[in-house]
């Protein structure tokens, strides 16, 4: 089992920055991937970015050069960040953290509001 808890949301004015995070413990050896989805007002839930182990990492296109994903350890806890720079109101969404490995674990949400 996997728990997962979502950080670091809030609102702010289009061109700003938000740093998210996750904080993933239990059975965190066993997660291969982790990554961070949105899903926008009356929208689906759409990947944003997402990690491997290995350190491969993909973003969707509309936030290549924006946002940065990344990953540490500290003990028996591993923490997905994700910070998100030049934020545009279409960056406004619910955000879900993930994790992958035999089980599929989702965090509860952290809301990001861009607007002025």
């Known amino acids: 089992q996997v728990q997962l808890v979502e950080s670091g949301g809030g609102l702010v004015q289009p061109g700003g920055s938000l740093r998210l995070s996750c904080a993933a413990s239990g059975s965190i050896s066993s997660i291969s991937t982790m990554g961070w989805y949105r899903q926008p007002p009356g929208k689906g839930r759409d990947l944003v970015a997402r990690?491997?182990?290995?350190?491969?990492?993909?973003?969707v296109d509309s936030v290549k050069g924006r946002f940065t994903i990344s990953r540490d350890n500290a003990k028996n806890t591993l923490y997905l960040h994700l910070q998100m720079n030049s934020l545009k109101p279409e960056d406004t969404a619910i955000y879900y953290c993930r994790a992958v490995g035999p089980t599929d674990s989702w965090g509860q949400g952290t809301q990001v509001t861009v607007s002025s």
């Open positions: 990690i491997s182990s290995g350190g491969t990492i993909i973003y």
